[in-house]
C-alpha cells in the first residue's frame, strides 16, 4: 500500500535531488517519505528559506531542487523569494500543504491565485495523477524558466495510490517489470542539469544576422557584453571565440562575472558596479554585441552606458525590447539561443573579415595595476576609518578580499552594500555570484540562500555580503547558516541603517529616524549560535580572517563590520542623480 505523499517522494525524487524545507502539518508526511526515500533535505528555520536555499541550490548547480512548505502561513511566508525565483527565472518545485479537497478552512487561502499574482504556475496532485502531476510540473518549470507549485489537498497526504494493475502478469519477471514501470510513469526522467533542456531554436533571419556581421566587422572599437543568459546557454566558449575575431574588449553584468576566458581583455562588470575609467571606454565603443543581458537600468547607467548612435546588436532568447534608457543608440534583436546565433555570427564574421581584429591589443590600462583595473578603496591609507570615526566600506571589502578562499562561492543579500562585494570581490564563474534579491528589488534573503549553496557545493567556502537591515530580517536562518556550511564567511556591513533609503530619502530631506538601527551586536549573536563573531572597529581586526582561513576555514566566521554610513556606493549615486540630487 503507497500514500500520495509516498508516491509524490518517490516521482520528485526522479526530478530533483535535494530538498529544503520547514516542516508543518501540509507537510509532515511528505519530508518523511523524502527522507526515506534518500533525498538530500535540509531544514530550514523560516520558509523563505525553503524557496530561496533551492533557487540559490540550482543557480549555482545547474540541477532542478525542491522546496517545501506548510499551507496558509507557511505557504505566505515563501512568496517574497517565490517572485524573486519568478523575476530571476530560476527553475524549482515548491510542495506546499493546501486546503483540503473537501474545501476551504477558516484558515485556509486561495493559493492558487497566490501564484498566480506573481506569474507562477500551480498544480494540484490527486491519488489518480501523482506521476502525471510532478512530470508535468518539472516539464514546465524547465521550459518555462520559473518555478512551479505543487500543491497537496490535506485531506489527501495520507490517501492510498491505487496500485498498478498486476493480474495475470508474472512479477518475477524483470523484462516484463521494466515494460510495467514505464507504462505507469510514461515521462519520468532523471535529474540532469538544467542548461540545455528546452533549447530554443534560433529564429534570427540570415538577413538579420547578415546585418549583424556588417555592423561588427565594421566597428573600430568593439565591446562584448554578457549576461547570465548567456552562462545558463553554456555560451563561454562561443563568446570566446567571437572576442578574439572581432578583437574586442569584453565585460559583463554582475550575474555573468567570469564568463569570459580572457581576463587580460575583460573590463569586469558593467554599469554602477563598474571602475570608472573602464564604464567610459564602453561609452566609446562603436559597436556593442550583448549576449543574455538585460540591460536594466542599472547595467545601462541609467542610458549612460553606450555613447550616441552606438550599434547595439542584442541576443537574447526571448522577444525583448530595446531598453527604455537606451533610445539613443542603433538597437538590433538576434532572437535565439546565444549558442546558436554566435555561432552563426562566428561564421559569417569568418567570411568577411581578411583577419581578426586588434582594438583590444592597442587598448591602454588593460595592464595588472592599469588606469582600467584600479578600483578606489576609499581611505584604507589612513587606517581605513572615516571622519565618523567608523570603517570606510571601501577599504573593508579590499583587506577582505586579500583574505577569503580562492575556492569560493559568493551570496548577496540586497542592499545598499551590494556593491562592495561586486566591486572587490572577483569570483572565477558566474554560478560563484549569486545574487538572490535584486530581481525582484527584495533585502532579507542572504541568510535564507546558504544552506542551498552549501548543498551545492559543499567543499566550497561559502562567502555571505549583508547588511544590517537584511541580516535582521533573516536572523532565524543565521543558524541555518552555521549548521550547514562546512566552511562560511558572513560580513555584515553594519552601518546602523538602511543604507539604500538614507542615501537617496534622506538625501530628499526626509525624517531619517525610521531609516535608522540602533546598532546591533552581530558579533555576539553568531557566537551565541555557535560560530566565531569578530566584531570589527578597525582594519586590524580582520587579522582574524587570515587566522581562521590559515587553521582550516572550517566553521562559521562572522564579520561584525561597523562602517560609516557616510560613504555612497557609486551606483547609489547614479540613482540619486536620476532622481535630481545633486551628487557633486
Not at 213 to 235: D, E, F, K, M, Y
Not at 250 to 264: N, Y
Not at 422 to 432: A, K, L, Q, Y
Not at 529 to 544: I, K
Request: proline letters at 4%.
Amino acid at each position: 500500500m503507497t500514500t500520495l505523499t509516498e508516491a509524490l517522494a518517490v516521482a520528485l525524487t526522479r526530478h530533483a535531488d535535494y530538498a529544503f524545507g520547514l516542516m508543518g502539518n501540509g507537510n509532515a508526511h511528505l519530508i518523511d517519505a523524502l527522507v526515506k526515500r534518500g533525498m538530500p533535505f535540509s531544514e530550514v528555520r523560516h520558509e523563505v528559506a525553503t524557496v530561496a536555499s533551492a533557487d540559490a541550490y540550482t543557480r549555482v548547480s545547474g540541477r532542478l531542487a525542491v522546496a517545501t512548505a506548510t499551507y496558509g502561513a507557511g505557504y505566505t511566508n515563501t512568496l517574497t523569494a517565490l517572485a524573486e525565483a519568478a523575476r530571476a527565472r530560476t527553475p524549482l518545485l515548491l510542495v506546499v500543504g493546501d486546503a483540503p479537497s473537501t474545501g476551504p478552512r477558516a484558515w485556509d487561502i486561495d493559493q492558487e491565485l497566490a501564484a498566480a499574482a506573481l506569474g507562477v504556475r500551480t498544480y494540484v496532485v490527486g491519488v489518480d495523477d501523482v506521476d502525471y502531476v510532478v512530470d508535468r510540473a518539472a516539464k514546465t518549470a524547465l521550459r518555462r524558466r520559473s518555478p512551479v507549485v505543487i500543491a497537496i489537498p490535506y485531506d489527501q497526504v495520507t490517501a492510498v495510490v491505487p496500485e498498478p494493475v498486476t493480474e495475470g502478469i508474472d512479477l518475477n519477471d524483470p523484462s516484463i517489470m521494466r515494460d510495467l514501470a514505464a507504462a505507469t510513469l510514461p515521462s519520468a526522467t532523471p535529474a540532469a542539469n538544467i542548461t540545455p533542456s528546452y533549447r530554443p531554436a534560433t529564429a534570427a533571419t540570415s538577413t538579420e544576422l547578415t546585418a549583424a556581421v556588417q555592423a561588427l566587422v565594421g566597428a573600430q572599437r568593439p565591446v562584448i557584453i554578457a549576461g547570465r543568459g548567456a552562462w545558463l546557454s553554456c555560451a563561454a566558449e562561443q563568446l570566446s571565440t567571437v572576442a578574439d575575431q572581432l578583437g574586442a574588449v569584453t565585460a559583463s553584468t554582475a550575474l555573468g562575472r567570469g564568463i569570459f576566458a580572457k581576463q587580460a581583455f575583460d573590463l569586469g562588470i558593467t554599469g554602477g558596479f563598474g571602475q570608472e575609467a573602464a564604464m567610459q571606454l564602453i561609452s566609446e565603443a562603436d559597436a556593442v554585441l550583448v549576449v543574455g543581458a538585460s540591460l536594466n537600468q542599472f547595467t545601462m547607467r541609467f542610458g549612460e552606458l553606450f555613447g550616441e548612435g552606438t550599434k547595439v546588436v542584442r541576443v537574447d532568447v526571448d522577444q525583448v525590447s530595446p531598453p527604455a534608457t537606451a533610445h539613443h543608440i542603433d538597437y538590433q534583436l538576434l532572437r535565439g539561443d546565444a549558442v546558436d546565433v554566435l555561432t552563426s555570427l562566428s561564421e559569417g564574421i569568418a567570411a568577411a573579415q581578411s583577419a581578426p581584429g586588434t582594438w583590444r591589443e592597442r587598448v591602454a590600462g588593460l595592464e595588472l595595476g592599469g588606469t582600467l583595473r584600479v578600483l578606489d578603496e576609499g581611505s584604507r591609507a589612513e587606517g581605513g576609518l572615516c571622519a565618523d570615526g567608523r570603517l570606510d566600506p571601501r577599504a573593508v571589502a579590499a583587506r577582505v578580499a586579500e583574505s577569503l578562499p580562492e575556492d569560493r562561492h559568493v551570496t548577496s543579500d540586497g542592499g545598499h552594500f551590494i556593491g562592495w562585494a561586486n566591486m572587490f570581490w572577483p569570483v572565477t564563474s558566474p554560478e560563484r555570484m549569486i545574487m538572490i534579491g535584486t530581481a525582484y528589488q527584495s533585502i532579507g534573503l542572504g541568510f535564507s540562500t546558504v544552506a542551498g549553496v552549501a548543498a551545492a557545493a559543499p567543499e566550497s567556502t561559502v562567502v555571505v555580503t549583508t547588511g544590517d537591515g537584511g541580516g535582521l530580517m533573516a536572523i532565524a536562518d543565521l543558524e541555518t547558516t552555521i549548521r550547514t556550511a562546512k566552511s562560511c564567511v558572513v560580513v555584515v556591513w553594519n552601518d546602523g541603517s538602511y543604507g539604500a533609503e538614507v542615501h537617496l530619502y534622506g538625501a530628499m530631506g526626509l525624517d531619517e529616524a525610521p531609516m535608522r538601527i540602533p546598532d546591533v551586536n552581530f558579533a555576539g549573536v553568531a557566537a551565541a549560535l555557535g560560530a566565531t563573531g569578530v566584531r570589527v572597529d578597525s582594519l586590524a581586526d580582520l587579522d582574524a580572517l587570515d587566522a581562521w582561513r590559515e587553521a582550516g576555514a572550517q566553521g562559521t566566521i562572522l564579520l561584525d563590520c561597523r562602517i560609516s554610513s557616510t560613504v555612497v556606493a557609486p551606483y547609489q549615486r547614479e540613482i540619486q542623480a536620476v532622481n535630481g540630487l545633486d551628487v557633486d
